[in-house]
């Protein structure tokens, strides 16, 4: 099993950035990538970005890459969404996930393991 934990989140202003971390535990040496989604009020949880855990190929949400970037540091077990120009739309939970899996990795079900989330609230 693979425990995760993220941190960062808050409340900021429009145009403002943030740096969100999520640190894993357990079984690392079984994970393939470690993704971000988030789930705004009312809507569905969308996929934001994700990042290879050995080599670093990074995947993004189209309407989000120019804005967000993923990274991670295999030696601290963490992965990081750094978050740029943020917009009020962008108000969400964000959640840090691990897949086991090369594949789909856009998918949610693809993920096997959840971070608990951290809240991000852009104000207007």
């Known amino acids: 099993q693979v425990q995760l934990v993220e941190s960062g989140g808050g409340l900021v202003q429009t145009g403002g950035s943030l740096r969100l971390s999520c640190v894993a535990s357990?079984?690392?040496?079984?994970?393939?990538?470690m993704g971000w989604f988030r789930q705004g009020p009312g809507k569905e949880r969308e996929f934001v970005g994700t990042i290879a855990w050995r080599g670093a190929r990074t995947q993004y949400n189209d309407l989000l890459k120019d804005r967000f970037v993923v990274s991670r540091d295999i030696g601290e077990n963490t992965a990081y969404l750094q978050m740029n120009n943020l917009k009020p739309e962008d108000t969400a939970t964000y959640y840090c996930a691990v897949s086991l899996s090369r594949l789909q990795v856009e998918s949610q079900t693809t993920y096997r393991y959840w971070g608990q989330g951290t809240q991000v609230t852009v104000s207007s």
């Open positions: 357990g079984r690392t040496d079984s994970i393939y990538f």
